[in-house]
């Protein structure tokens, strides 16, 4: 297995600025994609209904923290927890106001600084972020009314694991948010436990019955590389809800 991309200054400035960027900053030309801008607050207000309020909610590789933020106007108490301790510092550092800065590759050496800053309207009081791996994460933790968890699955080791917590995680009645663009690669899933078929039906057999899909949504996102070079790609967003069947599976088996 590769070592942690995500620790790299190359992808923390790509994240704060997929994150926290405005349109213009993040694409330049009016005939892209503007569509696939803000997945970060998408996944949040795409897939919840966010009038609802909510109690508890958990964000799952939650990055550099702008869903977690986002999740804050609705929900009480929002705990962000994600492998990389340089973006878990990117998130603290913005959730207590501190402006953060980074750079945005243009090309080759050309870098453009720019700056983070914490969305307003956000409620960063509501908002802790942890360090902390999604594959061995503490018992005692949850359960919580909402788990969220964007782009997460295809970047674990063995992400049959996690659906075997999810019963566990999410309060009966509670909501679960899985988005994955279903891009499997063996630098971050052995081929042995990727879905064998489609990635929806692999979900469907394992969180049924402990979850019911309630609905699903495409919803594109762009990361940009560089001036000229982004990553144009679409997320399988899917919507369940938690059910009262007890639904906990002690071992997780490949699909
Ligand atoms: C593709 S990014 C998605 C980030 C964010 N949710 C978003 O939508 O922008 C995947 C994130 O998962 C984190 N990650 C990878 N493996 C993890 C693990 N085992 N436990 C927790 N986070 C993990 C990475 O550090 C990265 O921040």
């Known amino acids: 297995m590769a070592a942690n991309p995500y620790e790299t200054r190359k992808l923390l400035d790509e994240y704060l600025l997929f994150h926290y960027g405005s349109p213009e900053e993040i694409l330049p030309h009016a005939f892209g994609p503007v569509g696939a801008l803000g997945f970060p607050v998408r996944s949040v207000t795409e897939t919840l209904d966010v009038s609802e309020s909510r109690g508890s909610a958990l964000d799952l590789g939650c990055a550099t923290g702008r869903s977690a933020f986002e999740l804050s106007r609705s929900c009480d108490d929002v705990l962000g927890i994600d492998f990389s301790a340089a973006f878990i510092d990117a998130a603290q550092r913005i959730g207590s106001g501190e402006p953060v800065p980074y ?91 990727w879905p064998r078929g489609a990635t929806l039906d692999w979900l469907r057999e394992h969180l049924e019955p402990a979850f019911a899909l309630e609905r699903t949504r495409d919803l594109p996102f762009l990361i940009r590389e560089t001036a000229r070079k982004f990553q144009w790609s679409v997320s399988l967003a899917s919507v369940w809800r938690r059910t009262d069947h007890p639904g906990f599976r002690p071992t997780a088996s490949p699909s």
């Open 103 to 193: 750079d945005r590759l243009e090309e080759g050496h050309l870098r453009t600084p720019l700056v983070a800053r914490l969305p307003d309207g956000t409620r960063p009081e509501r908002v802790r972020f942890e360090t902390g791996d999604a594959l061995q994460l503490p018992d005692a933790l949850g359960p919580f009314d909402l788990v969220h968890a964007a782009n997460l699955l295809c970047r674990l080791s063995e992400p049959q694991r996690l659906l075997a917590r999810l019963p566990d995680l999410v309060r009966p009645g509670g909501t679960l948010v899985l988005a994955t663009p279903c891009t499997w690669l063996a630098d971050f899933t052995p081929p042995a436990n």
